[in-house]
């Protein structure tokens, strides 16, 4: 494989879009056929840029990118006859049926009508999409949805295929399909780009480009990079007291790079040749052992490391008393109807103080109407739900100033400037006069946003409009905090630093309701919901749900082994 | 395409990418309920607003009518209004029984017959009447006033054929060319077809094309062989022969539902819509490959385009009375020339010289968008 020619040279590239920092500053690698290379990054790293400059829809301010040997500015047409080419949305047309969608792609990539039935068939027979084929497109699942444009983009058997993060919104059983297809393109020696901010992903492809904020970190194998924190990576288990005590403590001790939740243990990054401290606990004492790196783990080494354990948004907090043993947020029974269809079919659980519950599935699973309707901003087709003791019929405006919403995507003001939505909420929160000041204070002081007060949210980067995101959702202290996939996209220092104030308020006391589909992620929760289709599949720690699955096969299965396991047993079930 | 690309791909291959993409554009134009919202519904809706809605004939205005004082003759001069079909009259005795309908829009106008009517008019003076009307609405002010004049006109000569007055002075009799019920339907209708062909043209045209840059979709069609000439043609045949079988559409309901005389050709007709959609999908590419946004055309295709040709081409409001600088503002409205060349195939009939200088015209500034249409349409995203 190594004497054969790149398919895809990027030499030295700089692309900028107005006056902000370039979005890739002097990228250089180059992608092999007959592999899969990652292009690895968090959103705004360049991926999408990279891509579309490989496809020569875009041209570089400097350098150069070759593909199949072709130059991308002088010989696009060329490039274009002989790549397949999957954009972030699928580039589908919903108002077209599946064959219709087929049909177009094949006219456009000229399939010699010849071959168009043997194409067609082994197509759909390889995506699974052969009961299909009258559908709209608008009317197929995301995996669906996406293996379809992977066979539009597959037509005339292209020499490069280029995947715009391919593994988004799409829920992790079709995620494993769609790999399996793409690995045995690669098999026929076609070169195959992903891009992805799924780390677990990246640790999959055959080699990586990886990209933080324009720039090129590294190039190389997976296995070469995790090599670089081999025997630093370390499983902490048997913690009796609070997990997330104990993470805060790690994690202001020098040696410790990183630090993750897992479960009931702690997954801890050292810096070489150090062992994890002792904390001085009662008995019996954790036990540190050595645990295979992950991607993730190298990245953030490469980063410098996570920020430290202590929340100084949490240490201003003021404590709720746990004393009560009554539930703060309570779901009964939970169903929204949209027609004849079931969004959320009686969906019931409760949250204690000062726990994180994790609601976890794939988009559309129904998460996020779940989530609505205990935050008074959906009315429930049946059951109730409660915050802080108050119904959300009768009393949602009360519910509501008990709470803290933070929403999926971006939902600040964009036009207004720091500062204005800081005191926007601050005021829709009911606070006024010294307090308003006070906590508004506090909050620039906390996330660093001294120097930013005049800037427009909509032009800060990702990272920051999740932090003021988060800052205006907990402006007023309130004791449940609803989080709405609040760390997607964002790049893992970020999420470390995310984790780290919300680990803190709940030991405060706070409340917290999660919505997530990184897996890694439900690692942090006390207890996990796994909702499919419309209903709770499973409920319980992550620990106990991994337990559920655990096999003589699989002795240490990861959270998506479990949720793919829970799902497919509840397939049988219904099927049965 | 350089010309030693071993891609030289054939004839063949360009017309059924051609016409995959035509074909795509039709699924789609018929399964998306906003193509025939726009091209069908909104048409319809326009048609009948102006066609039974929006009269420029007032007819049926109300209006308070005082008589200071009862004989014969004034019953006689009310029984004028009474009759009226321009009016509907409600009698009172004083003028302040009305003066608060009028403040509240109640009644149009207010007409006196005065107390000084009876020993104007036994004198032979010209008797005069009092018409009071609401200033802050000129258009109806006027009709009321001239109306009322010419209801008192009619009754002097009622009198005088009945040979119980005197002849009046001298009276004008007006005669109307082509539209002598002067019905104002007859005129709108026809304008109001070049309004639906903008609509179509423009604002669906452009909110098509940045629909496919919201979706995604258009990058994908940019990373295949495809042209951008063949993906601007792909979209602009299936809206044009749209924009032309909505204004079809449009005749057939003027003509047998509306009963708007369509005296020209159809080859005039269609001469001049076709020539009049180049402009109209030229301008509505422009704007989609400036916005690449769905929200901002609309906001651009509205302004720039329907406005327009509502207000600066003559269709409601008379060219040769708006400001200079305005009246040239109005030339390079294309619907400025289609609108009164149809009025004329509707109403006069063929006028060829008319006909060859409107398409003449219209013909160069479609020229000039689509020049300026393919210049910022490229095969680039950014």
């Known amino acids: ?71 991308t500015v002088t010989n696009a047409a060329d490039i274009q006859a002989s790549i397949g080419y999957m954009p972030q949305r699928f580039g589908l047309y919903e108002d077209l049926s599946v064959q219709e969608n087929l049909n177009l792609y094949a ?75 793409v690995e045995n393109l690669t098999a026929e020696g076609i070169g195959v780009v992903w891009s992805t901010a799924y780390l677990d992903e990246a640790e999959a492809c055959d080699s990586v480009l990886l990209l933080n904020e324009g720039k090129l970190l590294f190039t190389g194998s997976p296995a070469e990079l995790t090599s670089r924190v081999a025997g630093r990576v370390f499983k902490v288990s048997g913690i009796s007291q609070g997990r997330r005590q104990a993470l805060a403590r790690y994690l202001e001790d020098e040696n410790v790079v990183d630090g993750v939740i897992q479960g009931e243990a702690i997954r801890l990054v050292m810096k070489p040749d150090t062992v994890p401290p002792v904390l001085d606990e009662g008995s019996p004492a954790p036990s540190a052992a050595e645990a295979t790196p992950r991607f993730e783990d190298a990245f953030i080494d490469m980063l410098g490391g996570g920020p430290g354990g202590r929340s100084k948004l949490a240490e201003t907090q003021t404590a709720f008393s746990t004393e009560s043993a009554k539930p703060v947020i309570e ?114 002081e906390i996330f660093g946003f001294g120097r930013l007060l005049d800037m427009s949210a909509k032009d800060l980067p990702l990272g920051l409009k999740q932090r003021l995101a988060l800052a205006c959702a907990v402006l007023h202290e309130p004791e449940a905090l609803f989080l709405d996939e609040p760390t997607s996209g964002v790049d893992p220092i970020t999420r470390r630093e995310f984790w780290t104030h919300i680990n803190g308020l709940v030991e405060k006391g706070v409340t917290v309701l999660v919505t997530t589909h990184f897996m890694d992620e439900a690692e942090y929760c006390d207890r996990i919901s796994l909702i499919y289709r419309g209903r709770s599949i499973a409920l319980g720690s992550p620990d106990e749900l991994k337990a559920q699955v655990a096999s003589a096969a699989l002795p240490d299965p990861t959270m998506e082994d479990a949720f793919i396991a829970l799902v497919q047993g509840s397939e049988e079930k219904e099927a049965a | 395409m350089t010309a030693h690309s071993p891609m030289t791909e054939g004839r063949a291959a360009r017309i059924r990418r051609f016409a995959a993409l035509v074909r795509k ?40 009518l005082v008589i200071e004082e009862e004989a014969p003759l004034t019953r006689d001069l009310a029984a004028g209004f009474q009759a ?94 082509f539209n002598p019920e002067l019905t104002s339907r007859n005129f709108l209708v026809p304008g109001s077809i070049a309004i639906v062909m ?97 929200f901002l055309a609309s906001q651009l295709a509205l302004i720039s385009a329907f406005l327009p040709a509502f207000l600066l081409s003559g269709f409601l409001f008379e060219i040769n ?62």
Request: aromatic letters at 10%.
């Open chain 1, 107 to 181: 006219d456009l990539r000229g399939l010699p009508l010849s071959e168009r039935a043997a194409t067609f068939n082994e197509l759909l027979e390889f995506t699974d999409l052969k009961r299909f084929t009258e559908r709209l497109a608008g009317k197929l699942s995301g995996g669906m949805k996406q293996k379809l444009g992977l066979a539009c983009a597959l037509l005339r058997k292209p020499r490069l295929l280029l995947l715009d993060e391919p593994g988004v919104g799409v829920d992790p059983i079709s995620r494993r399909d769609l790999w399996k297809m």
């Open chain 1, 331 to 444: 779901a009964h029974g939970l169903t929204k109807r949209f027609g004849d269809f079931t969004a959320a079919d009686a969906i019931t659980f409760d949250i204690p103080r000062g726990q994180i519950f994790g609601l976890l599935g794939p988009n559309g699973a129904g998460k996020s109407t779940t989530f609505k309707m205990l935050c008074g901003l959906l009315k429930p087709t049946a059951g109730e739900g409660r915050v802080a003791g108050f119904d959300l019929r009768r009393d949602a405006a009360e519910a509501r100033n008990r709470l803290g919403y933070m929403a999926q995507k971006f939902s600040l003001y964009g036009d207004l400037s720091v500062a204005q939505n800081l005191s926007f909420f601050a005021g829709v929160y009911g606070l006024s006069g010294a307090r308003k000041r006070e906590r508004t204070q506090l909050m620039i």
């Open chain 2, 84 to 177: 009226s079909r321009y009016f509907t009259v409600t009698v009172g005795r004083d003028r302040r029984e009305f003066e608060e309908d009028l403040v509240l829009g109640r009644v149009r106008g207010i007409v006196v017959i005065p107390k000084t009517f009876m020993a104007d008019y036994a004198a032979g003076r010209h008797p005069a009447l009092q018409v009071l009307v609401d200033g802050s609405d000129p258009n109806t002010a006027n009709f009321v006033q001239n109306y009322a004049q010419a209801t008192v006109a009619n009754w002097e000569r009622q009198r005088l054929s009945d040979g119980s007055g005197r002849p009046p002075a001298i009276a004008a009799e007006q005669r109307f060319w």
């Open chain 2, 321 to 382: 009375s708006m400001p200079t600088v305005i009246q040239w503002i109005t030339l390079i409205v294309p619907a400025r020339y289609l609108i009164p060349s149809l009025q004329t195939v509707f109403l006069a009939g063929d006028i060829w010289p008319m006909f060859t200088q409107a398409i003449a015209v219209m013909f160069l500034i479609g020229c000039v968008f689509f020049a300026l249409a393919a210049r910022s349409t490229r095969k680039r995203i950014a």
């Open chain 2, 198 to 294: 903008t609509l179509v043209g423009t604002l669906l045209t452009s909110l098509v094309v940045a629909r496919e840059w919201e979706r995604g979709t258009m990058e994908a069609m940019m990373a295949t062989p495809v042209s951008a000439a063949e993906l601007l043609a792909g979209k602009l045949l299936p809206y044009f022969l749209l924009g032309l079988t909505s204004m079809t559409l449009c005749v057939l309901l003027a003509v047998f539902l509306f009963g708007v005389p369509f005296r020209g050709s159809v080859a005039a007709l269609y001469a001049l819509s076709a020539t009049f959609l180049m402009p109209a999908l030229g301008q509505g590419l422009l704007i989609s490959a400036a916005t690449k946004n769905q």
């Open chain 2, 25 to 64: 554009e039709s699924y789609q134009i018929v399964r998306d309920p906003s193509s025939i919202l726009i091209a069908f519904v909104l048409p319809l809706i326009l048609l009948f607003l102006f066609g039974y809605g929006v009269s420029l004939d007032t007819t049926q205005t109300r209006i308070g």
């Open chain 1, 1 to 71: 494989m190594s004497e054969q020619a790149p398919f895809v040279r990027i030499v030295d590239v700089v692309k900028r879009f107005g006056d902000a920092p370039p979005a890739l500053d002097h990228v250089a690698g180059e992608i092999l056929g007959g592999r899969i290379t990652g292009l690895v990054g968090p959103d705004g790293a360049g991926k999408t840029t990279l891509i579309r400059l490989m496809t020569g829809l875009m041209a570089p301010e400097e350098g150069k990118v070759e593909v199949l040997g072709f130059d």
